[in-house]
Structures are given as structure tokens and as C-alpha cells.
């Protein structure tokens, strides 16, 4: 007899939460209306008076076996899916979103691309420091069948006693080796101002770590025809690199790379920790291409193929590195880059690994 009294009562619950269900999917209806009006009317999704009138009135008519604090903690948990259920619909409409574009955009550097399934390698020195530098490099990218070079004429770091790159001059060397060799340039620009100039020498422009949002700089290379490489910040979340990248698409330029590039964590082993999960998550949220850096993700020689097996297995469009004639001398990051044999080594095996894949 018990057992029956105990599952009509467990049954009468079963009722009461469907119904309790039905409810809250009305109230996310209701909640979802809202959130466009308030979109129309540029009002702010959050208004903590509405939610403190609510809360006041829901304890008004309180009269049950639960806590006030318990009724209030519920509630607030309501609001505030309430409030992500008003964020989800935004973040439905990013023009950089899977949900916006379903098919993936291909990114075309002067004819050779990224985004389309066959994966690149992008490759060059940390800082541009000389013309015999650079065209050393990219002779050996050539011999591989290279085509996209990296290069710093702009170096923004950490100390501003360290090496800060050549600038125009970095930019202009980087072009003559280009036009010489038939590469094309990935270089870093850090400033709105520097973009006008920079047009005139790179083929891809770069916005670093550092810079992922600087929006004024987001802004500014939104407007220009020329591709973007983005590369997420040293601790943001994919959330932010996602809206860091919308910055971009929203002035009608849709020639994004997206780059991971590791992020601080409290390791120490390496620069920083290659989140190597990003990867599939951002080429899952987003249509753009997605490239992993290697180099600085790791900040280590040895762990170069290791990481950039990790990329290629797990589908990233390309992997980024850094090679210098004479890392030992080179004026920045020189324990992180490859000498020249390292370089064609490292290229051997990851070919391999490449066709093992297929």
C-alpha cells in the first residue's frame, strides 16, 4: 500500500515538472520577444530594477515550505538563462557564425588558398633584420614549394628595451625578396595609422596577439581588400576571439584566418599552452579557415613537429612557424626558430605525416 501512495506522489511530481517545463518554455518565448524590442530600441538586455521588481513581487505571494533565499536563488538562475537565451539569438546572427554562412570561406592569397581542405604551411623568420636574411629563407621555402611568408616589420613586446622590428624598412624588404622569389607576405600591422602604408607591401595583413582587441584597429582593416590574419589573445576566450573576428567581417571584409596561437595558462614547460581544441570548436562556430602557430605556442624547437602533427591531424587549414638562417644570432625569439636544415627536416616529416593522413 505504501508503495502505491509513493508512486502516485512520484507521478503527481512528474506532472507538476512537465508542467513546470511548459511554463518556463513559455517564459523563454515571452523572454525571447523581449529581446527584440529591447534590440529595437537599443535598450540594454540586462536591467537590474526589472529583475529586483520581479523578485519582490515572486517573495510578495511566497507563502511555501521553501526558504526565501531558495525561491530567490531559483529565480535568479531563471533570469539569467533568461539572459543567455537573449545572448544565444545574437550570437545566432554573427555574420562570422556557421549559422550565418554554412559553407566555409576560402581565403585566396594571390592564388594559393586556405580554407578549401588542402592544408598549407606558412613559414619565415620571427623579425624581418636584413635582406640577406629574408631572402635566405625564402629561397628554402621555395625549394619546398612554399609560398606564404611571415615576417615582423612591426614587433610590438613586452619590454620596450627589446627589439621593436625595422618597420617600413622590414616592409619594403619583405616585398623586394617577394617580387624576387614569387612569395606572398604575412606581416603584423599594430596600429590603425600603419594600415594605409602597409597595403602598398603585404598580401595578408596581421593582427597579433596583442592587437586582438584593439577595435579601432579590428575597424580599420574591416574596410581595406586585403585577407586578415587574426590570432587570438594571450587570454582570450573563444568567445572574444569569435567577436574579435566579427570586428572584422562587420566593415564588409569576410577574408579572415583565424590563428590559435596558445594562451598564458599557469604552465611554465611552454610560452604559452597550445589549445589545440580550438581548432575543431572555432571551425565548428565559425566558416572561417582556422591556422595553428606552432612557434609561439610552444616557444620550443622540439616541440615544433610534435604540435604541428597535433594541427594537422586534428584539421587545421595550416600550420604556422618561424625559420632563421642563424637562429642563435637573431634579434628575437631565437631559442623558438628553426635554422634552415631544422626547417627542411621539419617540412620532410610533415609532408609524410600529410600523406599518411590522406
Known sequence: MATNELTQLRNKID???LQILKLLNERGEIVQEIGKQKKKQGVNRFDPVRER??????IEHHDGPFETSTIQHIFKEIFK????????????ALLVSRKARPENTIVDINGETIGDGTQRFIMGP???????QVKAVALA???QGLTLMRGGAFKPRTSPYDFQGLGVEGLQILREVANEVGMSIISEIVTPH???????YVDVIQVGARNMQNFELLKTVGKVKKPVLLKRGLAATIEEFINAAEYII??????????????RTYEKATRNTLDISAVPILKKETHLP???DVTHSTGRRDLLLPTAKAALAIGADAVMAEVHPDPAVALSDAAQQMNIPQFNEFMNELKAFKEKLA
Open 15 to 17: 506532472e507538476i515538472n
Open 53 to 58: 521588481q520581479a523578485l519582490d513581487l515572486i
Open 81 to 92: 538563462a533568461s539572459l543567455e537565451l537573449q545572448e544565444d539569438d545574437h550570437r545566432k
Open 126 to 132: 620571427c623579425a624581418v633584420e636584413s635582406y640577406e
Open 141 to 143: 621555402m621555395k625549394e
Open 194 to 200: 600603419d594600415v594605409e602604408i602597409a597595403v602598398d
Open 250 to 263: 562587420s566593415q564588409g571584409n569576410d577574408q579572415i584566418i583565424l590563428c590559435e596561437r596558445g594562451i
Open 290 to 292: 582556422v591556422i595553428v
